[in-house]
């Protein structure tokens, strides 16, 4: 059989592994890493892909457990270079969290934006910048201060849990 006439029943496990990985949500944050000049390794490739298949928040003691259970060949190490790395990209952002250590970890490999922490359920939602660069700018202008950069969070309750306690 050519390659021409392979179908996709005929394809190897590697070869629909790899097609997935094109096409996948995990595809994206490995463009990502590549586009940054980072190489693709096979530990790389299957965290991101863990990352990407999993919940909108985790721990990075949750992902070190979801590893060791899909790919137990990959080391702790690895695991927190890997977050370390995946952070300073920007692919991950971190979310403090009052309940859960220190943070977990959100994936943000778009534009820049903020966030919204539910202190309650610890359910974590996305804000565009708009108003915020604005008020920045006039902070700047104010104090004569050239702002670079920042990072905001805001803490409060959402709709579910708002409506929880009412009840």
């Known amino acids: 059989m050519t390659g021409d006439a392979m179908t996709s029943d005929a394809m190897t496990s590697d070869a629909m592994?790899?097609?997935?990985?094109?096409?996948?949500?995990?595809?994206?944050?490995?463009?990502?890493?590549?586009?940054?000049?980072?190489?693709?390794?096979?530990?790389?490739r299957a965290i991101l892909t863990i990352i990407a298949g999993g919940?909108?928040?985790?721990?990075?003691?949750?992902?070190?457990?979801?590893?060791?259970?899909?790919a137990s060949s990959i080391g702790r190490a690895t695991v927190f270079r890997t977050l370390d790395l995946l952070t300073a990209v920007g692919i991950l952002q971190r979310v403090h969290l009052d309940d859960a250590g220190c943070h977990s970890y959100v994936v943000c490999g778009r534009a820049h934006h903020h966030h919204i922490v539910c202190a309650n359920c610890n359910r974590v939602m996305d804000f565009e910048q708009g108003e915020v660069e604005a008020l920045l700018a006039r902070l700047g202008e104010r104090h004569g201060f050239k702002v670079e950069g920042h990072h905001l969070e805001v803490y409060g309750r959402c709709q579910d849990c708002q409506a929880a306690t009412h009840n």
Do not use: C, K, W
């Not at 919940?55 to 899909?70: C, G």
């Open 17 to 44: 592994a790899s097609d997935a990985m094109r096409r996948g949500p995990a595809a994206i944050l490995l463009r990502q890493l590549d586009n940054a000049g980072y190489r693709l390794t096979e530990p790389r």
């Open 55 to 70: 919940h909108e928040r985790f721990t990075s003691a949750e992902l070190l457990d979801s590893v060791q259970r899909e």
